[in-house]
């Protein structure tokens, strides 16, 4: 009998990019060339495992989701398994578009047989296709989920022509302020953009996008990719690794030889995913984030085998939100795995308390970000 939660490096690689082929709501985040290579070495993030669904004959795969245990993720001691964070904001899981009640039932019954309790679904597409399946499953059992958290997001309508829905976006008047930028960021050389795709373009290109990264601030705070070993690993072997099924590209936008923003875009069916940007700061006043931006969303609106882009961005994102219109809904979901199960509850409660923490901590960094970023600095309370 095959076991319930195995190791991401036991799934068959060509089963995996078969099931990738098929599945009912694309994540590029979740393909195998991306996946093994942040479990491999991606700070924080290694080792992850997987819940496998096969059909009636155990031998197609049907169904893949990445998992850890809730004690690794939060360190909470309760039984239940968490969707492992693939270095993007997105952790819908692979799901058969041929059997897709078959393998979102199939997932849940592994969960159970691995032990768990409880999902814990992070970053999920609330209203995809694969949380609907999901959904189907759990009705059948009389389940239903709890939304822990959610949020919208930017994503684009690559179906439209780019150029009016710039125009739409922006108006008339930001688009020709825009324009004045990149005009004046001409006066440093001709501006071109280009996309690697190739593997032998795409190395090269990753590396500009790398150093771009670490030039900037979060060179500064020390979360780019290239700072960290294991980070720089797997994203050189990720690049890599989906370059050779044309499911990456590296946009660069330069002026004359100097290369003023990059970034990192994948590709999984008809779905882009704008994984992350680097800029050149000492460019700061031509806005070369917007105008990659910009090249982009005309990039990949002239691609007829692109219908839409998720930016991945976190909400109200203020350099894309005004750009890509369009909106669909993040979540983190709680899936119960038994009726009027007790454990259940307590582990929803754990869950909330870890989150109002996290949150807490999280505004008392920003505030004192924002102090040293205006020069002051955070005072004592003067005593009673």
């Not at 491999?40 to 049907?62: E, H, M, Q, V, Y």
Request: proline share 6%; with cysteine.
């Amino acid at each position: 009998m095959a076991r319930a939660r195995v190791p991401l490096t036991a799934i068959d690689p060509c089963q995996w990019r078969a099931l990738a082929q098929r599945v009912v709501e694309p994540n590029g985040y979740y393909l195998p060339g991306w996946e093994l290579a942040v479990s491999a070495t991606a700070r924080g993030r290694t080792s992850a495992s997987a819940l496998p669904a096969f059909d009636r004959s155990s031998k197609r795969l049907i169904g893949l989701m990445p998992v850890i245990s809730l004690w690794r993720a939060w360190k909470i001691p309760l039984p239940a398994l968490v969707s492992a964070q693939p270095y993007g904001t997105l952790c819908s899981p692979l799901i058969d578009s041929d059997a897709a009640t078959e393998a979102a039932t199939q997932l849940l019954q592994q969960a159970r047989a691995a032990g768990a309790h409880a999902l814990v679904l992070n970053d999920v597409a609330l209203d995809g296709a694969a949380m609907n399946a999901l959904n189907e499953a759990l009705h059948r059992d009389g389940l239903k989920p709890r939304v822990l958290s959610s949020y919208v997001r930017a994503s684009l309508d690559a179906t439209q022509d780019g150029e009016t829905l710039l125009r739409g976006a922006l108006g008339t008047k930001k688009l020709k302020e825009l324009r004045r930028q990149r005009h004046r960021l001409e006066e440093h050389g001709p501006v071109m953009f280009e996309v690697a795709r190739k593997p032998d373009e795409i190395r090269p290109a990753l590396e500009t996008f790398l150093q771009l990264e670490a030039s900037g601030w979060k060179g500064k705070r020390g979360t780019a990719l290239v700072q960290h070993a294991g980070d720089a690993a797997f994203i050189r072997r990720a690049v890599a690794a989906l370059a050779e099924t044309a499911q990456c590209e590296i946009i660069t936008l330069s002026a004359g030889t100097t290369a003023v923003a990059a970034g990192i875009v994948l590709r999984h069916q008809d779905r882009a995913f704008f994984f992350k940007l680097g800029i050149d700061e000492r460019f700061a006043k031509y806005s070369p984030g917007v105008q990659l931006t910009l090249d982009l969303t005309r990039h990949l609106c002239a691609d007829p085998t692109v219908a839409s882009a998720d930016s991945t961005a976190s909400a109200d994102h203020p350099m894309i939100n005004p750009i890509w219109r369009g909106r669909f809904a993040i979540g983190d979901v709680l899936i119960p795995l038994r009726r009027n199960d007790p454990v259940v509850a307590l582990i929803h409660a754990a869950l909330l308390t870890q989150r109002l923490v996290h949150e807490t901590a999280r505004l008392i960094v920003h505030a004192i970000r924002k102090l040293r970023a205006t020069g002051l600095r955070p005072r004592a309370l003067p005593s009673s």
